[in-house]
């Protein structure tokens, strides 16, 4: 049965998510539109660079697919979700000034922007962009997976209703409010995410009786749920090192973290971005992986792990503070589909249609008319995909994200370190990196019980080094940004 009294602040919430697309629809400078658009004109401070980077990180893995590992696996699911608390210290100090700068230089909208301003080569950009659509297919069905699931069971609807009802509203506020309304969403939502995750884990402790009481729960339970390896020994180390590649190491290479890195205004914001930043990422990670495991605690026959979160809401808040508080794993997802959304049309139409017909000239408002449509295209075709969901996103997400940096990881950090890099490397080290990555996850082939991530990093980088040798080593943009 619907809940009214959960649905009044969740309808609240998505009311002020798009008053906030609006004010910058509005806001939208008249010239440089398309810039605008997808990168804001680079003006994010501190704060919001901070927000952003976070709240587009932090996902529906973090707050339904991670809490769901954490009530299966137990404490030990918790103190493996800490590694990513490094992600966007990694993020903006391995790219930080100088991916800004050279974006700058170069006017560089997408990440396939920079990869060109270096290598100078199509190929790598088309390879690029199409590996770029085909893993974010994965990562953001898992994004309205996620939310359907959430107001499926949370408001007491249809799984496919609820599917529509997410997907058509997120897809409006992403087509129309562009980089800017990403951002000011962001800032909101990230707020709501932190305080929503402490308010929740707190509830669920004094709803369990105490710490005490439901560690000794969790006992009777299952043992294992206490222990660093979890039941089974799941957690052993190559699984554990293999997770720390997967969602701290290997984000630098995501390109809609990337992205983020382009648009900040000064080095000021920088510095605080990465302690803001590190502060967001522990506190959300840490209460809701923790609200997951000790939630077990409290309902202990659910066959969906992914549904933990929203039904521990339910249990352990009243009615109006739970649709309140659902508004925290919402702003989650919405940040993070938003933000690949844009990612892909500007893929779509500055890196592969725009390099189709480069004669052919368009103002910036037709192009933003045209990305705004691309938007809605390809979140409608999301929406189909999203029919028929997995019984856990997590892994869903880390497969898409895996993909992402066997291909964009050494072409971007070499590219901006390397001086000799160039582009045979660069372009065999993202085939070498995506086919590995595709073959040993589809046949699931571990190579001493690694994820399929980190050997096919490995034979990136080794076949970059090598075909390195056999490429022309052109003018590099590293040394090109120390003179700006």
């Known amino acids: 049965m619907m809940n009214t009294d959960i649905i009044l602040p969740i309808y609240i919430y998505l009311i002020f998510v798009f008053a906030l697309s609006i004010y910058a629809y509005v806001k939208r400078k008249k010239v440089n539109q398309f810039t605008d658009y997808f990168i804001g004109n680079r003006t994010m401070g501190g704060f919001l660079l901070a927000m952003t980077l976070a709240a587009t990180y932090i996902s529906a893995s973090s707050f339904i697919g991670g809490p769901g590992a954490a009530y299966k696996y137990g404490l030990g699911w918790v103190l493996l ?45 088309w390879f690029a962009s199409i590996a770029l659509v085909v893993a974010f297919i994965g990562a953001m069905t898992v994004q309205f997976v996620g939310g359907a699931r959430l107001l499926q069971s949370s408001v007491g609807i249809p799984y496919r209703v609820g599917l529509l009802i997410f997907g058509i509203g997120t897809v409006i506020y992403t087509a129309f409010g562009g980089f800017r309304a990403s951002i000011l969403n962001d800032a909101f939502q990230g707020l709501v995410m932190i305080i929503g995750s402490i308010l929740l884990l707190t509830a669920i402790i004094y709803a369990g009786g105490g710490i005490t009481t439901i560690i000794d729960r969790l006992k009777e339970i299952d043992p294992a749920l206490l222990t660093p390896q979890g039941p089974n020994d799941f957690m052993d180390f190559p699984f554990m090192a293999s997770f720390w590649v997967l969602v701290c190491f290997g984000v630098v290479g995501l390109p809609h973290t990337a992205v983020r890195c382009m648009a900040y205004k000064n080095s000021k914001a920088v510095h605080q971005g990465i302690i803001i930043g590190t502060i967001v990422v522990t506190i959300i990670m840490l209460t809701m992986h923790l609200s997951g495991a000790l939630g077990r605690a409290i309902i202990d026959d659910l066959t969906v792990p992914d549904l933990i979160i929203p039904t521990l809401i339910i249990h352990v808040l009243p009615p109006l503070a739970a649709g309140i508080f659902l508004a925290a794993p919402l702003a989650a997802i919405m940040s993070t589909i938003n933000a690949q959304l844009l990612q892909v049309s500007s893929v ?53 994200f895996g993909g992402l940096e066997a291909v964009f990881l050494w072409p971007l950090i070499l590219g901006l370190y390397w001086k000799n890099a160039n582009a045979t490397g660069a372009f065999c080290s993202m085939f070498a990196g995506a086919t590995s990555y595709a073959l040993l996850a589809a046949y699931n082939i571990k190579i001493y019980s690694f994820h399929p991530i980190v050997p096919s990093l490995i034979i990136g980088l080794v076949v970059f080094i090598i075909a390195n040798m056999f490429g022309n080593t052109g003018k590099n943009y590293a040394l090109d940004s120390t003179q700006n």
């Open 348 to 400: 779509i139409i500055k890196d592969l249609y725009l390099s189709i017909k480069p004669n052919t000239k368009y103002s910036d408002k037709m192009l933003t008319r045209i990305s705004i449509s691309i938007t809605f295209i390809f979140g409608g075709l999301l929406i189909l995909a999203a029919k028929n969901p997995p019984d856990m996103i997590i892994w869903l997400n880390l497969l898409a």
């Open 81 to 125: 979700s800490m590694i990513q608390v490094p992600t966007v210290l990694l993020s903006l100090g391995i790219l930080g000034k100088k991916f800004a700068i050279l974006a700058r230089k170069y006017n560089a909208i997408t990440l396939s922007d920079m990869l060109y301003a270096h290598y100078k080569n199509k190929m790598i950009v």
